[in-house]
């Protein structure tokens, strides 16, 4: 799964971005297709729906995948949380999004340029409040 391979190279490797760039082609590029279209595809169709839960979970669970990617990647990371809430799927002691978003803002490495993401970040930091 791509999203192990990213999360073992930040470990080793840190933000490797020509390493990202390459495992993305191998993995997701479709016929040297932009690769940031598949991604979009991936997420906005909710292709990610047809993984079993326990892949759905590492999404959740290895999220320093975000940080090769943050603007897709968070959007991904959100609705794939809020289908495992939806579904019955997350426990209290999985990672909270709001934990993550806050890292994310903290470092400097999402900044919300695109409605769509504030949108997302802003109705799940609401409703992670309210359910506080």
Known sequence: MLIDELCKLEKSDGMDLKEYKNLVTKHISIEGEDSNKVINNIIFSRKWQRLEVDDLKKIVHKWKYILFN??????????????????????????????????????????????????????????????Y
């Open 70 to 131: 943050p603007n897709q990647f968070t959007v991904l990371y959100i609705m794939v949380y809020q289908y495992l809430e939806e579904i019955g799927a997350v426990e209290e002691k999985d990672v909270q999004t709001y934990e993550v978003l806050d890292y994310l803002l903290k470092v400097k490495v999402l900044i919300l340029e695109t409605p769509w993401l504030q949108f997302l970040i802003y109705s799940k930091t609401t409703s992670a409040i309210k359910n």
